[in-house]
Nanobody, 124 residues
Framework: QVQLVESGGGLVQAGGSLRLSCAAS????????MGWFRQAPGKEREFVSA????????FYGDSVKGRFTTSRDNAKSTVFLQMDSLKPEDTAVYYC?????????????????WGQGTQVTVSS
C-alpha cells in the first residue's frame, strides 16, 4: 500500500510559477514509477508528466512540454512538478499517482495508487 499526499497548489496569475510536491508513505517509493495528471471541471483526467524509478527519464503531455518539469527525491519519498509560464488553461485539480509496472505511463488505468489532488487556479 502506498499513500500519496499532494501539496503546493494555489492561485497564481498567468505567466507565474508553482511547485507541486507529492509525498509518499508506505511501501518503498523507489520501486514506483510516478506520474502527474490533472482534471478540469467537466473534462477527463489528463496526463501531465511521468518519471522513471531513478529519475533519469521523464515524459510530458504535449500541452505542458517546455513549461513543466518533474523530478523526484527517492531519499525523501517525494516527487515534484515545477510549473512555469502557467496559463489559465492549466487550471485543474492536479493528482500524483504511483505505478509499479511502468508499461504505459500516460494512461490513467496504469496507475495503482492516487493522491487526493491539489487545486491549481491560474487567473488571466
Amino acid at each position: 500500500q502506498v499513500q500519496l499526499v499532494e501539496s503546493g497548489g494555489g492561485l497564481v496569475q498567468a505567466g507565474g510559477s508553482l511547485r507541486l510536491s507529492c509525498a509518499a508513505s508506505g511501501r518503498s517509493f523507489a520501486y514506483y514509477y510516478m506520474g502527474w495528471f490533472r482534471q478540469a471541471p467537466g473534462k477527463e483526467r489528463e496526463f501531465v508528466s511521468a518519471i522513471t524509478l531513478s529519475g533519469r527519464n521523464t515524459f510530458y503531455g504535449d500541452s505542458v512540454k517546455g513549461r513543466f518539469t518533474t523530478s523526484r527525491d527517492n531519499a525523501k519519498s517525494t516527487v515534484f512538478l515545477q510549473m512555469d509560464s502557467l496559463k489559465p488553461e492549466d487550471t485543474a485539480v492536479y493528482y500524483c499517482a504511483a505505478d509499479r509496472a511502468g508499461r504505459a505511463l500516460d494512461r490513467v488505468g496504469e496507475y495503482d495508487y492516487w493522491g487526493q489532488g491539489t487545486q491549481v487556479t491560474v487567473s488571466s
